[in-house]
């Protein structure tokens, strides 16, 4: 999709990876972000624990979702997380509610991808 829409993507944190790097990256096995004992939890995470209604999750993935309509592209699971986050902002429902196999399963009864 990115060269789809002519943009060059880059990492942020320095690194300077390719995508390509970045994928493989994200693959490997990693160590629990928490050994410290101490938790992360990002904006999401935070905006459904606090049970707002209101979530950024349009800003990171209507961009994507709308270059993918553009170039005639499938993003099916930024659409379900899309759905799913902004359907558990207005319900007011806690975050950790769904699993990467929930939305695999949906994207699969959708048959969404090209």
Wanted: aromatic content about 6%; some cysteine; overall charge positive.
């Amino acid at each position: 999709m990115f060269k789809a829409g002519r943009i060059k993507a880059k990492s942020c944190d320095g690194k300077g990876l390719s995508i390509e790097e970045m994928i493989a990256d994200l693959k490997k096995p990693h160590a629990p972000r928490h050994v410290s004992g101490v938790r992360v939890h990002n904006s999401t995470w935070q905006n459904l624990y606090r049970k707002r209604e209101s979530v950024e999750n349009e800003f990171f993935h209507g961009p994507i979702i709308g270059l993918a309509r553009e170039h005639d592209l499938a993003v099916p699971y930024n659409e379900v997380v899309l759905e799913l986050v902004l359907r558990d902002a207005r319900d007011r429902v806690a975050p950790g509610q769904h699993r990467a196999a929930e939305v695999t399963e949906i994207v699969a009864k959708r048959g969404t991808s090209k």
